[in-house]
């Protein structure tokens, strides 16, 4: 059976987050004049990915808004560092992480095989995106890197799905997004658990990207690529190939 459609994930999939992320919040704590509170810059990049795992785990539970989590991590931050002995306002906590995020902004890239690919893929195949976040905000993102124009409307974020990822519903979503059945699509994603596992329990065509290499799936049936290059001629070699919507 040809796949006719592929879902991606977006962070650490066809957009460098790790990366911006890391870069933005360094060159945050410098402007804010925070760097002497930290041993060294990997000690601060650290610290905020422990508080956003939290935080945003709170928000695709439904705990909090995407708002929110965003001003707890800013509390909790300054917090651990003895930045906000007297805690943050919400107009303050989101000042302060609306400066973060400029800069993170500032830095933000999509890999340099996203587009390529992507454009390869579109012309044989349905593509849209299933992320574990806000719909506004990845459309902007998608946007800011040139990429939204591949997706058009066939995006499913978990903050309006009312779901995240890896439960069988938001893939299912996506597959609904292109008008095709599971057996039909494949996703791709960076995270073991979220993306491959998910999706593959789901009924798509898994591929975990793993861009650092070297990892092995304990599922059978998920394929591992360490370049979204690998994409186009593997879906090309599955029986039946490619056909077009």
């Not at 002995?85 to 830095?107: I, K, V």
Request: hydrophobic content about 40%.
């Amino acid at each position: 059976m040809p796949i006719l459609g592929v879902l991606f994930d977006i962070d650490d999939t066809l957009v460098d987050y790790s990366g911006s992320e890391a870069a933005g919040v360094l060159a945050h704590v410098e402007a804010e004049g925070l760097a002497d509170r930290f041993t060294d810059p990997a000690a601060a990049v650290t610290l905020w990915r422990e508080v956003m795992e939290r935080h945003y785990a709170r928000f695709l539970s439904g705990e909090l808004t995407f708002s929110e989590q965003q001003r707890e991590r800013a509390r909790e931050f300054l917090g651990r560092i003895g930045a906000a002995p007297h805690g943050l306002s919400d107009e303050e906590a989101s000042a302060w992480f609306d400066g973060y995020r400029a800069r993170r902004a500032g830095m933000r890239a999509a890999f340099p095989d996203a587009g390529p690919v992507l454009r390869k893929l579109a012309a044989d195949h349905r593509l849209g995106v299933v992320s574990n976040s806000a719909e506004d905000h990845q459309r902007r993102k998608l946007d800011a890197v040139g990429l939204l124009g591949f997706f058009g409307d066939r995006i499913v974020c978990s903050d309006r799905h009312g779901a995240a990822k890896p439960a069988p519903s938001i893939f299912l979503a996506g597959c609904a997004a292109l008008a095709l059945a599971p057996h039909e699509v494949a996703y791709v994603g960076d995270k073991y658990d979220l993306d491959a596992l998910g999706s593959h329990r789901a009924g798509l065509h898994a591929y975990w990207l793993d861009r650092s290499g070297g990892g092995t799936p304990t599922e059978a049936g998920i394929r591992v690529v360490t370049s979204l290059d690998e994409l186009p001629a593997l879906l090309a070699a599955r029986p039946g190939g490619a056909s077009g919507p």
